[in-house]
């Protein structure tokens, strides 16, 4: 009952900067954390950046300083502001959702498609 869609991605250069979206639709609760993950070729997904609804914010070491999240709650949106990217940064970024169950007990982790993220000269 939950999707999430992001958008944003693309090529870049070295030094240059990308923003991600990410809409979620269906049943959302609060509280809840929105972020990024990512996944370079022949690597684990590894944490980015996550955000609660609340507004607190919490990133990467390899993120910080650089990445920049952001969220409107009312649409339900969490974008990513990626600045001085660098090749390292390629990969495939993917949006989550962490919430309660309908009746506050569990945990509950949703995905995105995904969305690719290619920085090189």
């Known amino acids: 009952q939950v999707q999430l869609v992001e958008s944003g991605g693309g090529l870049v250069q070295p030094g240059g900067s990308l923003r991600l979206s990410c809409t979620a639709s269906?049943?959302?609760?609060?509280?809840?954390?929105m972020g990024w993950y990512r996944q370079a070729p022949g690597k684990q997904r590894e944490f980015v950046a996550r955000?609660?609804?609340?507004?607190?914010?919490y990133y990467a070491d390899s993120a910080e300083g650089r990445f920049t999240i952001s969220r409107d709650n009312a649409k339900n949106t969490v974008y990513l502001q990626m600045n001085s990217l660098k090749p390292e940064d390629t990969a495939v970024y993917y949006c989550?959702?962490?919430?309660?169950?309908?009746?506050?007990?569990?945990?509950?982790?949703?995905w995105g498609q995904g969305t690719q993220v290619t920085v090189s000269s």
């Open positions: 989550n959702l962490q919430q309660l169950s309908s009746g506050g007990t569990n945990r509950m982790g949703y």
């Open positions: 269906g049943s959302i609760f609060s509280p809840n954390f």
């Open positions: 955000m609660h609804s609340g507004g607190s914010t």
